[in-house]
């Protein structure tokens, strides 16, 4: 016999014994030691060739190991958030990057060195200079020589030298930045050039060369 069905009374829920499936998370792809080693080495000078080899990949394919690299998403990815990180990191502004340059190329001796009356050349202490000043000096050098006089003194014999950053790059890069430098264009002679030459003659040529041949 089956029981009475009680009015108002709901349904009773049927409970499925099996438990719902939970999907696993998939996990992240990682770069391996040598990616990420050679992810580093690519920020350095952008140079995949190189930094497949620096990061301990064969020098014979090196060239094809480091644009298979750049072409996987995983390294490429990897690179991208690097190089918005050094992005981030930087303070200076194009400005700036021209008055840098314009300090460079129009930098003066006069600004480092002062002679006096007998000839002699002095550096300017480096705290004595303007400001930036400083950053134009790209090397110094100084060679001391200890010699000895017959009277039996010793002299000090010192060479001071040093050497300022490139004017004519940085004089070059700022004619470039304000138009004044125009590159040539080359051509490619291996590629096949089609000359058309037409041939032209004057009417009084035409009428003469007709009276010619009927007199003749």
């Given at each position: 016999m089956t029981k009475p069905v009680k009015k108002g009374a709901k349904p009773a829920l049927k409970v499925s014994k099996s438990a719902p499936k939970v999907s696993k998370p998939v996990a992240k792809p990682t770069l391996t030691a040598k990616q990420q080693l050679f992810v580093l080495e690519y920020l350095v000078d952008k140079n995949a060739t190189q930094a497949a080899i620096r990061a301990g990949y064969s020098k014979r394919t090196a060239k094809q190991t480091g644009t298979e690299n750049l072409s996987k998403p995983i390294i490429k990815t990897e690179i991208d958030a690097e190089l918005e990180k050094q992005k981030a990191r930087i303070t200076f502004t194009a400005d700036q990057v021209l008055?840098?340059?314009?300090?460079?190329?129009?930098?003066?001796?006069?600004?480092?060195?002062?002679?006096?009356?007998?000839?002699?050349?002095?550096?300017?202490?480096?705290?004595?200079?303007?400001?930036?000043?400083?950053?134009?000096?790209?090397?110094?050098?100084?060679?001391?020589?200890?010699?000895?006089?017959?009277?039996?003194?010793?002299?000090?014999?010192?060479?001071?030298?040093?050497?300022?950053?490139?004017?004519?790059?940085?004089?070059?890069?700022?004619?470039?930045?304000?138009?004044?430098?125009?590159?040539?264009?080359?051509?490619?002679?291996?590629?096949?050039?089609?000359?058309?030459?037409?041939?032209?003659?004057?009417?009084?040529?035409?009428?003469?060369?007709?009276?010619?041949?009927?007199?003749?």
């Amino acid at each position: 016999m089956t029981k009475p069905v009680k009015k108002g009374a709901k349904p009773a829920l049927k409970v499925s014994k099996s438990a719902p499936k939970v999907s696993k998370p998939v996990a992240k792809p990682t770069l391996t030691a040598k990616q990420q080693l050679f992810v580093l080495e690519y920020l350095v000078d952008k140079n995949a060739t190189q930094a497949a080899i620096r990061a301990g990949y064969s020098k014979r394919t090196a060239k094809q190991t480091g644009t298979e690299n750049l072409s996987k998403p995983i390294i490429k990815t990897e690179i991208d958030a690097e190089l918005e990180k050094q992005k981030a990191r930087i303070t200076f502004t194009a400005d700036q990057v021209l008055e840098e340059l314009a300090r460079i190329g129009l930098s003066d001796m006069s600004d480092f060195i002062e002679i006096d009356e007998g000839g002699a050349i002095r550096a300017l202490p480096l705290n004595t200079l303007a400001e930036g000043k400083s950053r134009i000096i790209k090397k110094v050098k100084e060679k001391r020589t200890i010699k000895s006089t017959p009277e039996g003194d010793q002299i000090l014999d010192s060479t001071y030298e040093f050497e300022l950053c490139d004017k004519v790059k940085s004089l070059e890069l700022l004619a470039r930045n304000m138009g004044l430098l125009h590159d040539k264009q080359e051509i490619d002679l291996k590629q096949p050039v089609q000359v058309t030459i037409k041939k032209f003659c004057s009417r009084k040529t035409a009428k003469d060369a007709d009276g010619s041949r009927a007199t003749s």
